[in-house]
């Protein structure tokens, strides 16, 4: 009778446990997102999707609370100070100066290739409209406005990634996460009683 009530004793104990471990589990994602060391984007800007608007993204700094968003700059320049020491979100964020860099010039050449159009037109006196230089000139126009296409697809994804990636290890940082196990498990004890076998990695 000792052995069936302690046997029960120990699988409520079992059950306690893995419960408070399943809690801690569920509930780290939901602290980690508001830990006060994170960077939020504007919700606007936090649901950007492929190819979305081109303009600068707004954030709240780590520790800023309300409606005191500021700009990233339109190459996440000021966004880069708060992201020191993360080199994957640095990774991201120099891939976004990279698209950006290209949306750049490539608004440039459209706009160069238009200006060249127009001076075209009257240059030689009579209005001319498709002679040689101009056709060339369309052509670079058409390619720039299919080339924007492809750049800014993915643009607006490197900068939410440098987000992510410095918020992700915000969390792994945290205490929660800290007392998160890395593994769940069952052992025998030698008396041959049913234990919770758990396990920590150093993070």
């Given at each position: 009778?000792?052995?069936?009530?302690?046997?029960?004793?120990?699988?409520?104990?079992?059950?306690?446990?893995?419960?408070?471990?399943?809690?801690?589990?569920?509930?780290?994602?939901?602290?980690?997102?508001?830990?006060?060391?994170?960077?939020?984007?504007?919700?606007?800007?936090?649901?950007?999707?492929?190819?979305?608007?081109?303009?600068?993204?707004?954030?709240?700094?780590?520790?800023?609370?309300g409606?005191?968003?500021?700009?990233?700059?339109?190459?996440?320049?000021?966004?880069?100070?708060?992201?020191?020491?993360?080199?994957?979100?640095?990774?991201?964020?120099?891939?976004?100066?990279?698209?950006?860099?290209?949306?750049?010039?490539?608004?440039?050449?459209?706009?160069?290739?238009?200006?060249?159009y127009?001076?075209?037109?009257?240059?030689?006196?009579?209005?001319?409209?498709?002679?040689?230089?101009?056709?060339?000139?369309?052509g670079?126009?058409?390619?720039?406005?299919?080339?924007?296409?492809?750049?800014?697809?993915?643009?607006?994804?490197?900068?939410?990634?440098?987000?992510?990636?410095?918020n992700?290890?915000?969390?792994?940082?945290?205490?929660?996460?800290?007392?998160?196990p890395?593994?769940?498990?069952?052992?025998?004890?030698?008396?041959?009683?049913?234990?919770?076998?758990?396990?920590?990695?150093?993070?």
């Amino acid at each position: 009778m000792h052995e069936i009530n302690q046997l029960r004793s120990v699988k409520w104990q079992l059950r306690g446990a893995a419960t408070i471990i399943l809690s801690v589990s569920l509930l780290a994602p939901a602290l980690a997102q508001q830990a006060p060391g994170s960077i939020r984007l504007s919700p606007e800007d936090e649901g950007r999707g492929l190819g979305g608007p081109q303009h600068n993204f707004d954030f709240l700094a780590p520790g800023a609370s309300g409606d005191n968003y500021q700009t990233a700059g339109f190459f996440g320049q000021k966004l880069r100070p708060y992201l020191a020491g993360n080199a994957d979100a640095l990774a991201h964020l120099d891939e976004y100066r990279r698209q950006k860099t290209f949306f750049l010039i490539d608004r440039l050449v459209a706009v160069g290739s238009f200006g060249v159009y127009g001076q075209q037109i009257l240059a030689h006196g009579d209005r001319v409209y498709f002679n040689s230089t101009q056709q060339v000139a369309i052509g670079v126009f058409a390619t720039s406005l299919i080339a924007t296409i492809f750049i800014n697809r993915n643009t607006n994804s490197h900068l939410q990634r440098a987000v992510k990636s410095f918020n992700q290890d915000v969390a792994h940082g945290g205490t929660w996460q800290r007392l998160q196990p890395a593994a769940i498990g069952f052992a025998a004890a030698p008396t041959g009683q049913p234990l919770l076998s758990l396990r920590w990695a150093l993070r």
